[in-house]
């Protein structure tokens, strides 16, 4: 396997920072990964490396405002939480689609990732999808009074008032790295709506749900309490094409683990048969036949060394 860096332009003309993972002996499947709120492009190298071992050409990318994509000479008040689907992972799709083009491109998305899916406006290039711990965030859909009051508080109140305190809102805040005031704030606003996408006004935003043809797995993590519960997942369930999307419910025990939470399904101590999971029913949906995992004692080495440092994105 070989790691890339590029950096490419957004339609806006924005800078995006990608890492692309060719297999030495690609199967003909490409993978696009789109992170979670505040989680750069690097806490999923270990997952990536284990895709392309199994022979998929994979891309993971920095939206704006993010890692390597921050631009210092832009104001963070400036960027918005809605271009990250409507920019940032429609350029990374089309790099993968140049680089590749006669394979079949399926996505991966973890939380906004998955969320973004619906703002893409060439989401009908992708053959399929699974997310993990993709939701709607309106406060609406926890399943609880006091689950409801607390993300209420939390999204209503304290975040903006974080926000215009810090300038930012900080990583501490919610895991991961900080956000830009931009980004925070308009998330905040969003978690307000039952709709969950707005515009600037403040009105629905328009999606490309419909047009997105591909089948969809969404998965929800049993303990994944406080950022995505099964009915937030499956309020996001809703908005695909229906038939189209199912909802898969996993526990940490079905994987022998005592805990995964929000974070944990992307970290080194995931067991690799969960990450064949994912792509095995990928690639089955993008009719692709992927070799078996033949990932040597050398390369999982290899991988653990580029573990994200403990203590960072933290598991809910």
Known sequence: MQTEERRIEAPDGHPIAVTLFHPDRPAGLSVLIGSATGAPRRYYRNFASHLAARGCTVLSFDYRGIGDSIDPMLPGSALRFRDWGLQDMPAALDLLHEIAPGHPIVAVGHSAGGQMLGLLPNNDRLAAAVTVGSQLGHWGYWP??????????????????????????????????????????EWAR????????????????????????????????????????????????????????????????????REVGHFGFFRTTMPRSAWDEVIDWLAAAAQVRLPADTVSVAHEQAVQALAWPAGELNTA
């Open 144 to 185: 609880s009074f006091s689950w409801r009051w607390r993300m209420r508080a939390i999204t209503a109140l304290s975040m903006p008032l974080t926000v215009r305190s810090f300038g930012r809102l900080p990583g501490i805040f919610m895991g991961g790295v900080s956000l830009p005031a931009g980004i925070a704030l």
């Open 190 to 257: 969003w978690c307000g709506h039952p709709h969950y996408y707005l515009d600037e006004r403040g009105a629905p935003h328009a999606t490309t749900f419909s047009q997105m043809r591909a089948p969809v797995r969404l998965y929800a993590i049993s303990d994944d309490h406080f950022y995505a519960p099964a009915s937030a997942v499956a309020a996001l369930q809703r908005r695909f094409t229906p038939g189209s999307a199912e909802l898969v419910v996993r526990q940490p025990k079905d994987w022998g683990l």
